[in-house]
């Protein structure tokens, strides 16, 4: 990519804001971009499947726990430094999504997206009895663990502004696949799969791979972010709440658009900022997502993105 | 030397119904086959099985002799057989160029995105689509979606060409456009197989003629014979004295 591409400076945009904490050494900003981060990569890498294939994902926060696992256990039992565990999570959990996908990408519709959610039940009741795993109680992470990194201090930093290259490289990522003849292809699915196989696109393969591509990312941020709380157990790992919030983030930004997934993630995460800090709010938090959801869906089906980009057209060019 | 497109024997049931019953039939390099019947006569039912949209209950289909009986629609087109839709179906919310690029980029060549651009732009230039290729293919009319489905096979640069009642529902200067193009097309060297109901046009067009009724050939042949078999004016034509008119001057853009 070039700097002659817009997208090429609003790349270098978003990774500039979240140096803001690092430079200024604020660490409740931190934490608050971190989560910021992961709502963005999850975002984005779920746009592949329903913005740009046209299949509802649900489970998507499968590749997210089943990244954190594989991570934690190579990090406790193998001993690997936790960037190579990252990286294995993800190309295990991108293997294991392109067999997975195959199958049950035959399905389409609502059909599909029952059975992704069936795939989060199954894989978090598989982990809660897998004994390598800790069951139920989960894995934990020894202290020595962070040492390697230069103590929990350090430590934390550094899955920090690994996390912000994961999301550039979410971002990127999206980017590359939107501009692309895969991506093409991948629009084709999403209007008419039968059509797309009439003009020639291999649709099974190209659906398992989207399936796949999208669960790479996601693997690794959930290893550095259960690396950093230190614990993970199955519940948390696969939480079907923050999978749904992942929708309503990608809906609200806008299905389909680079920027308008991130945009959406980012904003999601502010706006559920406050609300949980908020007296009144605090307890309504999802009533509020859902609302938010049904409204977007109603009045703005193309999401803020879609939006602006229908107000004008000439931004369709600059934030793709 | 072998046909181009070879079918035997091919037949589909659905139940007990025989929608495609033991029809045979072959087709030239270069040469325009005409496919008529009345409506429900397994014309279209025979494309989807040709093209590998359905699998077939038996028989087989050879495209230059090799056999694709039963191959996936994408494995299908990349062997040099491309199709267009009776109800049109455009890749509603991409733009006319990017419908064509699909078609280009997974064609019977593999080309590159900026390569299968220069195709698609081309092809939209011949089927007089240019000017719309930066909108919406749902934005289009109806004549347009129908040359934007001729467009989009075209990319995938097809040795044959099934056209599926192309040239219905478009007005007479429309239809002479397209004529017009399909002429230039078998120039070009393409064969094509045209259902239709448009009988000038499929009379004066076609080198030969099939008939289908109830899912069986009921008659194959040059157009005038075809127009003048007694069988084929009782279930299709109805008027013996047809021949005459339509295989009559050929009058680009007529209606019948």
């Not at chain 2, 039939?25 to 099985?49: D, H, M, Q, R, W």
């Amino acid at each position: 990519m070039s700097p002659k591409k817009p997208f090429f400076w609003v790349l270098v945009a978003v990774i500039a804001v979240f140096l803001v904490p690092v430079l200024t050494n604020n660490v409740s900003l931190r934490e608050s971009l971190l989560l910021a981060a992961i709502y963005i990569i999850l975002t984005s890498n779920l746009n592949l499947m329903i913005g740009f294939t046209g299949y509802v994902n649900f489970g998507n926060i499968v590749f997210f726990g089943l990244g954190g696992y594989i991570g934690l256990y190579l990090v406790t039992a193998g001993g690997l430094p936790l960037v190579a565990a990252a990286a294995l999570a993800g190309a295990a959990v991108g293997a294991i999504a392109l067999v997975l996908g195959l199958g049950i990408l035959r399905l389409r519709g609502a059909y599909f997206a029952l059975a992704t959610i069936g795939i989060v039940e199954a894989i978090q009741a598989f982990v809660a009895n897998f004994e390598p795993w800790g069951g139920a109680t989960g894995l934990y992470l020894s202290f020595q663990a962070y040492q390697a990194l230069g103590g929990p201090r350090e430590a934390l930093w550094t899955v920090y502004l690994l996390l912000v290259a994961v999301m550039g490289l979410s971002l990127f990522l999206c980017y590359a696949v939107k501009n692309s003849r895969f991506g093409l292809a991948l629009f084709a699915i999403r209007e008419d799969e039968d059509t797309a196989a009439v003009l020639g696109v291999r649709t099974p393969l190209y659906k398992a791979t989207a399936y796949s591509l999208s669960g790479i990312l996601p693997a690794m941020a959930g290893a550095l972010f259960f690396f950093k709380q230190g614990v993970i157990q199955p519940e948390q790992a696969f939480d079907l709440t923050l999978s749904t919030e992942a929708i309503v983030m990608l809906m609200l930004g806008g299905q389909g658009t680079v920027t308008g997934a991130a945009l959406g993630a980012f904003l999601y995460e502010q706006f559920r900022g406050i609300l949980l800090t908020s007296t009144v709010f605090s307890s309504f938090q999802l009533v509020i997502a859902g609302a938010l959801l049904l409204v977007t869906v109603l009045f703005m089906p193309g999401g803020l993105m879609g939006w602006l980009h229908r107000r004008w057209p000439r931004l369709r060019k600059v934030l793709e | 030397m072998s046909a181009l497109l070879e079918v035997t024997g091919l037949c589909k049931h659905f139940g007990g119904l025989r929608a495609v019953d033991e029809v045979s039939f072959t087709v030239e390099e270069g040469e325009i086959l005409g496919l008529i019947g009345p409506n429900g006569a397994g014309k279209s039912t025979l494309f989807n099985l040709i093209t590998g949209v359905m699998p077939p209950s038996g028989g087989r289909v050879r495209l230059a002799g090799t056999d694709i009986t039963g191959w996936p629609p994408y494995r299908v087109v990349r062997s040099g057989l491309a199709r267009t839709h009776q109800i049109v179906r455009p890749l509603n919310d991409m733009t006319v160029l990017d419908n064509c690029t699909v078609g280009a980029c997974f064609g019977s060549e593999t080309l590159g995105l900026s390569q299968a651009r220069r195709v698609a732009g081309e092809i939209l230039e011949l089927v007089a689509l240019a000017d719309c290729r930066h909108r919406l293919a749902s934005s289009l009319t109806i004549a347009g979606k129908k040359r934007l489905e001729v467009a989009r096979a075209l990319c995938a640069r097809p040795k044959l060409l099934l056209l599926d009642e192309v040239l219905a529902g478009l007005n007479p200067t429309e239809v002479g456009r397209m004529i017009q193009v399909f002429r230039a097309l078998r120039k070009g060297g393409i064969a094509i197989v045209m259902i239709e109901h448009l009988m000038q046009a499929v009379m004066n067009l076609s080198d030969r003629v099939v008939v289908l009724n109830f899912g069986r050939k009921i008659a194959e042949g040059r157009p005038h014979e075809v127009a003048t078999d007694a069988g084929v004016v009782e279930a299709y034509l109805g008027d013996p004295h047809i021949a005459a008119r339509l295989t009559g001057p050929v009058s680009d853009g007529a209606t019948p």
